[in-house]
């Protein structure tokens, strides 16, 4: 996502194919944005995209997408896409153009899960946003006198995790293995 490069022990694992990084940065960019993955003998492609409302200026996430899926959809139909992107508009208008090319097109970056999960009308399966796994009682993950101190003063503030209780955010999405199609999809919401 947005922070990706953020701190330099990225430099230390960019390399690695399990760490993606989104696939619309210029292409001298370190790292790379999907890769193919066994997950015993099925193939599962995993894709990380960009918006770029409110996001730092890449590339079109729609255009950098297509001959990606072109050049997956050879070796599988099972294509899970990550869209790190703050608006939902954007994210729901990547999820319809994505509409019967991927399995699955799941929302991130806002930390708020939403209510929204769906089979889209070509068989993908899709969420605004699936939320995040961290600290429940902070503002996104922040220790919440920070956001608010921030928020009364308009002073920058540097972001502290929270501590306390956790929560675990995402989804369940079952997939026909030989199709590529999404069958359905489950919101996980766990507190400790």
Not at 133 to 143: K, L, Q
Request: proline share 5%; glycine share 8%.
């Amino acid at each position: 996502g947005n922070h990706t490069f953020a701190r330099k022990e990225i430099e230390l694992i960019i390399g690695d194919p399990r760490i993606l990084r989104p696939l619309n940065y210029p292409a001298v960019v370190p790292g790379r944005g999907w890769n193919i993955f066994d997950v015993g003998d099925i193939k599962i492609a995993v894709i990380n995209a960009m918006g770029r409302v409110y996001m730092p200026l890449l590339d079109c996430p729609f255009h950098t997408i297509d001959p990606i899926i072109e050049q997956i959809s050879q070796k599988t139909r099972n294509i899970i896409v990550d869209f790190h992107a703050e608006i939902t508009s954007e994210k729901q208008s990547f999820g319809q153009y994505l509409n019967g090319k991927a399995s699955a097109v799941i929302g991130t970056h806002t930390h708020v899960q939403t209510a929204d999960e769906q089979i889209l009308s070509e068989g993908t399966a899709y969420i605004t946003d699936c939320g995040m796994t961290g600290p429940s009682e902070g503002i996104i993950g922040v220790d919440r006198e920070i956001i608010l101190k921030k928020y009364l003063t308009s002073l920058p503030y540097k972001f502290v995790v929270a501590k306390g209780p956790s929560m675990l955010n995402g989804v369940i999405i079952e997939i026909d293995e030989n199709t590529g199609k999404a069958k359905n999809i489950s919101r996980i919401k766990k507190r400790s």
